[in-house]
């Protein structure tokens, strides 16, 4: 008889609003036999989908060759496995190592996407991250730190670009940010915003010129679970974009000039 394939889902828990998680992702874990979620960032609350009999196991104590080892034995055993990660898996997520060697081992794996909390951060701010006439590329990154980064991106050449820039995993360097930051061109006065903990009941957004923010954040305490985002996305301003203008035509709507 031909074996099973044996199908892991890596889901998307979402930023931490529990109905901000997918659907798909929802139904993955209402049929799942094993759950293995990163405690330290997802909300316990996406839990509650489960089924009682599921088993749920928090990765954050354990090695990649222990959380690989749990997954492929349960999906060995025929049991709907997902690996839960916080926001979306593909985004700092630390997936790739986990799928090779689950993949080594003869198991399959399969992504569902999730909210990030870069998305989330734009939401709670009310905020579009390019803007009509202006910035039209964002920067998704973080600094160097106990995991360096290449030295092409660091965040002064990074920087250069002038555009909008979302700093991941950085809160703790957040004086050594704004300084690559200015000293890669973008002006202290800058807009600039650090989300905590976004979609979380205890989110808090802290605004400020670029140049102090850092104070802001260490008055606050936030050295973790927070993005720093600055440019001119978060200024006031009246840029329209061209889709929607009357004397713009396209292949849906003509113009009326």
């Given at each position: 008889?031909?074996r099973?394939?044996?199908?892991?889902?890596?889901?998307?828990?979402?930023?931490?609003?529990?109905?901000?998680?997918?659907?798909?992702?929802?139904?993955?874990?209402?049929e799942?036999?094993?759950?293995?979620y990163?405690?330290?960032?997802?909300?316990?609350?996406?839990l509650?989908?489960?089924?009682?009999?599921?088993?749920?196991?928090?990765s954050?104590g354990?090695?990649?060759?222990?959380?690989?080892?749990?997954?492929?034995?349960?999906?060995?055993r025929?049991?709907?496995?997902?690996?839960?990660?916080?926001?979306?898996?593909?985004?700092?997520?630390?997936?790739?190592?986990?799928?090779?060697?689950?993949?080594?081992?003869?198991?399959?794996?399969?992504?569902?996407?999730?909210?990030?909390?870069?998305?989330?951060a734009?939401?709670?701010?009310?905020?579009?991250?390019t803007?009509?006439?202006?910035?039209?590329?964002?920067?998704c990154?973080?600094?160097?730190?106990?995991?360096?980064?290449?030295?092409?991106?660091?965040?002064k050449?990074?920087?250069?670009a002038?555009?909008?820039?979302?700093?991941?995993?950085?809160?703790?360097?957040?004086?050594?940010?704004v300084?690559?930051?200015?000293?890669?061109?973008?002006?202290p006065?800058?807009?600039?915003?650090?989300v905590?903990?976004?979609?979380?009941?205890?989110?808090?957004?802290?605004t400020?010129p670029?140049?102090?923010?850092?104070?802001?954040?260490?008055?606050?305490?936030?050295?973790?679970h927070?993005?720093?985002?600055a440019?001119?996305?978060?200024?006031d301003?009246?840029a329209?974009?061209?889709?929607?203008?009357?004397s713009?035509?396209?292949?849906?709507?003509?113009?009326?000039s």
């Amino acid at each position: 008889m031909e074996r099973a394939e044996r199908i892991i889902l890596f889901a998307g828990a979402g930023p931490g609003d529990p109905e901000l998680l997918t659907l798909k992702g929802k139904k993955a874990l209402e049929e799942a036999d094993l759950v293995l979620y990163a405690g330290s960032l997802v909300n316990r609350e996406i839990l509650a989908f489960c089924r009682p009999c599921c088993e749920k196991e928090d990765s954050s104590g354990l090695s990649l060759e222990e959380q690989v080892t749990l997954m492929a034995e349960a999906a060995g055993r025929g049991k709907n496995v997902v690996r839960l990660h916080t926001g979306d898996p593909s985004l700092f997520g630390a997936v790739a190592e986990q799928k090779r060697m689950l993949e080594e081992l003869g198991c399959s794996v399969r992504f569902i996407p999730g909210v990030s909390s870069l998305q989330a951060a734009a939401a709670a701010m009310g905020i579009q991250y390019t803007v009509p006439g202006g910035n039209q590329t964002v920067i998704c990154t973080r600094r160097s730190g106990r995991t360096p980064v290449p030295p092409r991106e660091d965040l002064k050449l990074l920087a250069a670009a002038g555009t909008t820039m979302v700093i991941f995993l950085s809160a703790d360097q957040a004086s050594d940010v704004v300084a690559d930051l200015t000293a890669g061109g973008i002006s202290p006065d800058t807009p600039s915003a650090c989300v905590y903990r976004a979609s979380w009941e205890d989110e808090m957004i802290l605004t400020a010129p670029l140049s102090e923010l850092p104070a802001l954040m260490a008055k606050h305490g936030i050295t973790r679970h927070a993005l720093i985002i600055a440019g001119q996305c978060l200024a006031d301003h009246a840029a329209r974009s061209l889709l929607y203008s009357p004397s713009f035509g396209h292949g849906y709507r003509e113009s009326l000039s």
